[in-house]
């Protein structure tokens, strides 16, 4: 059985283009009116921060993303209100968990609910960046 981290490195495309899909359905998010580079060019850094982080040792503190704080940075100069860079986020969180459950049959179910503690904690983590990136200030 595969590792999560595994699952989603082959799954990159699949999320990113999921994401985008959930986004345009966010009318809130569909009032910036961004190319698709423009707004899901954070996500494939994102994505490999988090498998970066799911191949560490389970319980290792997640690091400042970089670039999250950049992303928050980028949502603030587009016209983004800091609700719309939290909803983001949250769809991040589903389209990853929908990946997962479309490969389920390829995960050691032994070492998912870890992985998944793990996931939400960096997505999190990341979250906190944006909005430090959002309102300007240094990192925390």
Known sequence: MGKVADVLER???F???DWMEMAQKQEDLMHISLNFHERTGHLPQLLRDLIARLRLNVGTKASISIAASHH???RRKQGYTAAMVVEESRLLQVCLFTALHKRADQLDLNKLLPDVVTIVDEVDA???QQ???FAGASAV
């Open 72 to 74: 928050g940075e980028f």
């Open 15 to 17: 999320v990113i283009s």
């Open 131 to 133: 909005t430090v990136g």
């Open 11 to 13: 799954e990159i495309g």
């Open 126 to 128: 990341q979250l906190k």
